[in-house]
């Protein structure tokens, strides 16, 4: 099916929705597909529509790297083998070292008992894949759309659209992105702080190949991440000080392959070849709760991480489920899906997870950052035991697999 044949009309409306879904990346729309899959009724409501993904175009500079608990949520979905067959980078190992002190930590999936720790995607293909399994999962996708207003009247939450239509579901999910106009109109505030860094992207040719390795090498100024490409490329991303990430961008190609070669230490040799660049913004932002009157938040609209650890749409993706899990078992036991005491369970989980997570990816941030003599040892010392300590490396594994 192609986007000709999806009803992506603004016109059409849904009468007795159980879900409105706001937002329609990659965290909306698998919100949406597995709320449809478990029987719900649901409309999906985006901005624009998404690009459609093509094989014989350059791959989207924004990729992301899928850990196994979204592989077996899209697996679920029963998308992940369109995702699979078209392009990914699926990656067995992972090295981290320390510019400073040269202290490493491995992770090898083998050791894990695993295949693989995870698959470098394009997030492009992520989301047109979900969005071709819309239709045929009945959503009502309706694009362009945007949400004027929101209001909860009794056992139904009333959504006022831009373009002077309307709609009713028993819950609204907001599932649209860090700035997320939803959440500042349900009243909720957030927590964080700027990293006052830009991730400056890139996919580039090396002299050495990728060896299926997520390559993370710590810099004084933030991390430079090589993630192995399915076509033998690597895509980095490379975080930076914002004056110093302006400079990066700014360079001629051949100065930026150069600054790059001395960034990533050779590991992989010279870099021969980049696309074209792109610089993202880096903040740290946790909504103060992730509920509102027969509303809750998804994704990066509930919480943006400092992409260091990889794993922002893959919170995402937890979130999807727990939300799918919550909703399904309230339906079982005959309560309202929409109802406090039910989105409370999701909120409480997921808040605190997502939580817990974010902190530690900031912790890690923090303590990469330090450069002072005798605090670089002490994060040497703890990273050359922690490699060493098989046990407690395996459950750190597990956890950024989502196991
Ligand atoms: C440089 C970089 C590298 C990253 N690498 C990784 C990685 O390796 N692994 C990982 O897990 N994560 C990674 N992330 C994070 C990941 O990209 C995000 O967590 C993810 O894209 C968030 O998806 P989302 O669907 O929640 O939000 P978005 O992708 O922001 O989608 C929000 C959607 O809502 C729509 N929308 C907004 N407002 C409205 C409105 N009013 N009405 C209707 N629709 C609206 C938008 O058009 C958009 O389609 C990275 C991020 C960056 C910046």
């Known amino acids: 099916m192609n986007a000709s044949t999806q009803d992506f009309s603004s016109r059409r409306r849904a009468a007795a929705l159980d879900v409105a879904v706001v937002g329609g990346g990659m965290v909306g729309a698998a919100a949406a ?59 067995a190992h992972m090295h981290v070292w320390d510019a400073e002190s040269g202290a490493a930590i491995d992770f090898d999936a083998a050791s894990e008992g695993r295949e693989q720790l995870g698959c470098i995607v394009e997030n492009n293909l992520v989301q047109w894949t979900l969005w071709q399994a819309l239709s045929e999962a009945s959503v009502r ?11 909860a009247r009794g056992e139904r939450i009333q ?31 957030t927590r964080g702080r700027d990293y006052a860094q830009r991730a400056v992207v ?8 990728h060896q299926n390795t997520a390559w993370q090498r710590f810099l004084p100024g933030g991390p430079l991440a090589l993630l192995p490409l399915a076509d033998g490329r690597s895509s980095i991303v490379w975080s930076l000080p914002e004056a110093e990430a302006r400079r990066v961008l700014a360079l001629d190609d051949r100065g930026f392959l150069d600054a790059l070669g001395v960034a990533s230490d050779f ?115 703890g990273v050359r035991l922690l490699d060493r300590l098989a046990p407690l490396k395996r459950r750190l594994a597990d956890h950024a697999a989502g196991l």
């Open 267 to 381: 590991r992989l040799g010279r870099m021969l070849a980049s696309t074209p660049r792109a610089g993202f913004p880096l903040k740290l932002q946790l909504a103060e709760r992730y509920q509102a009157e027969r509303f809750v938040l998804l994704g990066d609209a509930a919480h943006a991480v400092h992409p260091l650890a990889g794993q922002g749409v893959n919170l995402g993706l937890r979130d999807v489920a727990e939300l799918r899990d919550t909703l399904v078992d309230a339906r079982a036991a005959g309560r309202d899906i929409g109802a406090a005491h039910v989105l409370r369970r999701y909120a409480r989980r997921r808040r605190s997870a997502d939580t817990l997570d974010a902190l530690g990816f900031d912790a890690l941030a923090r303590i990469y950052a330090w450069q002072s003599p005798p605090l670089v040892a002490a994060r040497s010392v």
């Open 33 to 91: 597909l597995a709320l449809a899959r478990a029987g719900f009724s649901v409309a999906l409501l985006e901005a624009r529509a998404p690009a459609a993904w093509d094989a014989s175009a350059e791959v989207d500079l924004r990729v992301v790297g899928l850990a196994p608990s979204s592989i077996t949520l899209l697996n679920e979905l029963d998308v992940w083998t369109s995702i699979r067959a078209a392009r990914v980078g699926p990656y």
């Open 141 to 151: 996708c309706l694009c362009p759309a945007e949400v004027r207003g929101f209001e």
């Open 202 to 209: 890139a996919h580039v040719a090396t002299e050495r190949p």
């Open 159 to 189: 959504l006022e659209l831009a373009d002077g239509g309307n709609l009713s579901a028993a819950l609204l999910v907001a599932a649209d992105g860090a700035a997320s106009p939803l959440r500042q109109q349900a009243g909720i505030g």
